[in-house]
């Protein structure tokens, strides 16, 4: 059986949340849209690595899930990152089951997202054993401030890996 690309993207795509789970998905739900980013790649012998990059997220699986893109560097360039986030509302634990795949550098993570305070903070493991924080900070409506952060166990310090300073491009 053969389906064509824009099947499966109508099927995967929605307009939105359902109403009885609008609510729950303010948390990202103010991402829907696309952007655009610098990146900062923080190397342990202390010296940064510049990229222009772009995101992109959208609602999906009837409106019950928000999926984005990561892209680096910005197309039409080669890419050194192409991978997609999965966010899943779970009312049972009250937060975010997050799934991050990076297929072109085998990059993957799992973890839990909730509000803390202005910001949003997802905490857990990635494919290498490593824990991970992400953030996302100094959000507006236009912008953001994402740190990725990893650790090798709970005693250890966070130590920033990545940042991208993001904005708006369209709605």
């Given at each position: 059986?053969?389906?064509?690309?824009?099947?499966?993207?109508?099927?995967?795509?929605?307009e939105?949340?359902?109403?009885?789970?609008?609510?729950?998905?303010?948390?990202?739900?103010?991402?829907?849209?696309?952007?655009?980013?610098?990146?900062?790649?923080?190397?342990?012998?202390?010296?940064?690595?510049?990229?222009?990059?772009?995101?992109?997220?959208?609602?999906?699986?009837?409106?019950?899930?928000?999926?984005?893109?990561?892209?680096?560097?910005?197309?039409?360039?080669?890419?050194?990152?192409?991978?997609?986030?999965?966010?899943?509302?779970?009312?049972?634990?009250?937060?975010?089951?997050?799934?991050?795949?990076?297929?072109?550098?085998?990059?993957?993570?799992?973890?839990?997202?909730?509000?803390?305070?202005?910001?949003?903070?997802?905490?857990?493991?990635?494919?290498?054993?490593?824990?991970?924080?992400?953030?996302?900070?100094?959000?507006?409506?236009n912008?953001?401030?994402?740190?990725?952060?990893?650790?090798?166990?709970?005693?250890d310090?966070?130590?920033i890996?990545?940042?991208?300073?993001?904005?708006?491009?369209?709605?």
């Amino acid at each position: 059986m053969t389906m064509t690309v824009s099947a499966f993207l109508t099927a995967l795509g929605s307009e939105g949340p359902p109403a009885d789970r609008a609510k729950d998905m303010d948390l990202y739900g103010w991402l829907i849209g696309s952007w655009e980013m610098d990146t900062v790649r923080h190397l342990d012998d202390g010296t940064i690595q510049k990229w222009t990059g772009e995101c992109h997220f959208g609602w999906v699986l009837e409106g019950r899930a928000i999926q984005d893109i990561w892209i680096r560097p910005r197309r039409p360039a080669p890419s050194t990152m192409y991978g997609t986030t999965l966010r899943i509302f779970d009312l049972g634990i009250g937060g975010w089951h997050i799934i991050w795949a990076d297929p072109l550098n085998q990059d993957y993570s799992r973890q839990i997202g909730r509000a803390e305070g202005k910001d949003i903070v997802q905490i857990g493991d990635d494919s290498r054993g490593l824990k991970t924080r992400w953030r996302f900070t100094e959000i507006t409506a236009n912008s953001f401030h994402w740190i990725g952060e990893e650790r090798s166990s709970e005693s250890d310090p966070w130590l920033i890996t990545y940042e991208h300073f993001a904005r708006r491009t369209h709605p």
